[in-house]
Nanobody, 121 residues
């Protein structure tokens, strides 16, 4: 069974930084894209940043230049370094991975349980 476990959320003042981590574990044959999404109260879940297994990142316009996504393929972990945080970054952040559990299965999408990020003075 595949699990994605996030850590690193919390409360930070505007202009501050946080680093999120997400580790994938369980029956995993290969991982393709890993990424982060977020959902603020009353809003739809939105993409924050994704990164391919080759290391190519893609960012939402709202975070480009402030957030940096990276991954450690050997540890099956993806990171999100968030700098210059703003109150509008407040949301539950979800880790996502598109992976195959075995060479006999198709790629599927998996989600973590979410971690709260609150930016407030």
């Amino acid at each position: 069974q595949v699990q994605l476990v996030e850590s690193g959320g919390g409360l930070v003042q505007p202009g501050g930084s946080l680093r999120l981590s997400c580790a994938a574990s369980g029956s995993i044959f290969s991982i393709n894209v890993m990424g982060w999404y977020r959902q603020a109260p009353g809003k739809q879940r939105e993409l924050v940043a994704v990164i391919t297994n080759g290391g190519s990142p893609n960012y939402a316009d709202s975070v480009r230049g402030r957030f940096t996504i990276s991954r450690d393929n050997a540890e099956r972990t993806v990171f999100l370094q968030m700098n210059s945080l703003k109150p509008e970054d407040t949301a539950v952040y979800y880790c996502n991975a598109r992976l195959r559990e075995s060479k006999l299965t198709y790629e599927d999408s998996y989600w973590g349980q979410g971690t709260q990020v609150t930016v407030s003075s």
